[in-house]
Nanobody, 115 residues
Framework: QVQLVESGGGLMQPGGSLRLSCAAS????????MRWYRQAPGKERELVAR????????FYADSVKGRFTISRDNAKNTVYLQMNSLKPEDTAVYYC????????WGRGTQVTISS
């Protein structure tokens, strides 16, 4: 059974850091490009970051460039999103996505940035 399970979200003050994890199972993780998306209330889901199958190529949305870092550990079937210098506008549900032979989504983890 395919699963993508996000964790690490929560409530944080502006300027703080969070590290999201997405644990994958049920498919060959290393065959998939991994992405983090987010969706804020009343807004469309947007791509935050993407990482290639081997981890050698990354992409970031302009809104998070320099603050967020995506990484993956193919031995652990896990992708991470390190989020630093968090802002209130980073508040959203963060989703993990695996794109390859098929397209898989996690259920999301809530990130709330507020003082």
């Amino acid at each position: 059974q395919v699963q993508l399970v996000e964790s690490g979200g929560g409530l944080m003050q502006p300027g703080g850091s969070l590290r999201l994890s997405c644990a994958a199972s049920g498919f060959t993780f290393s065959d998939y490009v991994m992405r983090w998306y987010r969706q804020a209330p009343g807004k469309e889901r947007e791509l935050v970051a993407r990482i290639s199958r081997t981890g050698g190529i990354t992409f970031y949305a302009d809104s998070v460039k320099g603050r967020f870092t995506i990484s993956r550990d193919n031995a652990k079937n896990t992708v991470y999103l390190q989020m630093n210098s968090l802002k209130p506008e980073d508040t959203a549900v963060y989703y993990c996505n695996a794109q390859g032979p098929y397209n898989y989504w996690g259920r999301g983890t809530q990130v709330t940035i507020s003082s």
